[in-house]
């Protein structure tokens, strides 16, 4: 379900997190095509749960002892921006 | 990194007041990188610690090795936070120290890839007291031209801003004042790029769709003010009308 929730993302942010959930050394390409962006968006949706409520995301953190990534973006998560 | 690391989540800023506007972009079009610190008002990166505290935000895009790199420094942020040891005051101290401190770790890589864009710069040289500029009498006002020696990357500027503000909590935070360098409106028409980067053959880039504080994002939202503004003004010039008439019977 989180699939289908999270299957589409963005583009510029994409190329930041994508890369981070690789490894830190491979950095993005210039062009990326729509077709890769595509496949990378669906292997960061589906590996890491992004939170929308940052109370909730904060329990988590508190829950785990991890720190929180918070990103404010223009658009949505799960579709254009 | 992220997914062992860290929680996510994010915030869509699409109706906040301080957001920029963008070209809008399906999520299987083409995408491209760009410099460190591009498009600060369409996208803000916070580590926050488990209570919220701000360790560091990043404003606009960032090279994944960057970002690596700036999370690195969150964590030993969150060391000091979270020390009992340490007084407030002596937090902040070291909060800022690490911030300014960590410019010197910055690889030539890392600020060569944040050297803030030419039309960004310009924009910026034409504020009376940008903290872009070691020193802003070195900008000529008319045509925004300075040395390049003059100009600060904006990993730099990044810690500076950050520094200011020691261990805040979010919700204090003036994100808009924060992220306010560059343009508004930040767009690589990344869709329209062929494979080499460059703008395709024939591509219309007037009917790009946008997203943010634009008019054209809320074609349909700004219509309806535009009728309501018309219909509000015809509606006092009447009375006005009415008024004059009545009080000269």
């Known amino acids: 379900m989180l699939q289908k929730r999270f299957r589409q993302i963005s583009s510029q942010i994409l190329v930041v997190m994508l890369a981070l959930l690789a490894t830190p050394a491979q950095a993005a390409k210039q062009v990326l095509s729509g077709e890769v962006c595509s496949a990378r968006v669906h292997q960061l949706v589906s590996e890491v749960e992004w939170y929308k409520s940052l109370n909730k995301a904060q329990a988590e953190a508190t829950r785990s002892g991890k720190l929180i990534v918070w990103v404010h973006m223009l658009g949505k998560i799960d579709g254009s921006t | 990194m992220l997914k062992d690391d860290f929680v996510v989540g994010y915030r869509n800023i699409e109706n906040q007041k301080y957001a920029g506007a963008s070209g809008k972009h399906k999520p299987d079009e083409t995408a491209v990188d760009t410099t460190n610190g591009a498009g600060p008002h369409n996208l803000q990166i916070f580590v926050l610690a488990t209570d919220g505290t701000i360790l560091t935000c990043l404003p606009g895009y960032w090279h994944a090795e960057d970002l690596a790199h700036e999370f690195g420094l969150a964590k030993q942020l969150n060391a000091i936070w979270v020390n009992p040891e340490l007084s407030l005051a002596d937090k902040k101290a070291q909060f800022a120290k690490l911030q300014m401190g960590h410019v010197a770790t910055h690889d030539p890589g890392m600020s060569k890839r944040s050297h803030m864009q030419g ?33 600060k990357t904006v990993d730099i500027v990044m810690h500076e801003r950050m520094a200011a503000h020691p261990f805040k909590p979010y919700e204090r935070f003036d994100v808009a004042q924060y992220s306010d360098y560059g343009k508004p409106t930040y767009d690589k028409h990344e869709q329209y790029l062929d494979a080499s980067g460059k703008i395709a053959p024939g591509a219309d880039l007037a009917s790009q769709p946008m997203i943010g504080n634009t008019p054209k994002a809320h074609p349909i939202k700004t219509q309806a003010k535009r009728t309501g503004s018309r219909v509000a003004r015809t509606t006092v010039n009447h009375a006005v009308r009415y008024g004059i008439r009545a009080l000269m019977r």
């Open chain 2, 119 to 151: 039309f960004d710069l310009k924009y910026e040289a034409k504020k009376p007291a940008s903290d872009f500029f070691y020193n802003s009498r070195a900008v000529n006002p008319a045509t925004g031209d300075t040395p390049a020696r003059n100009v």
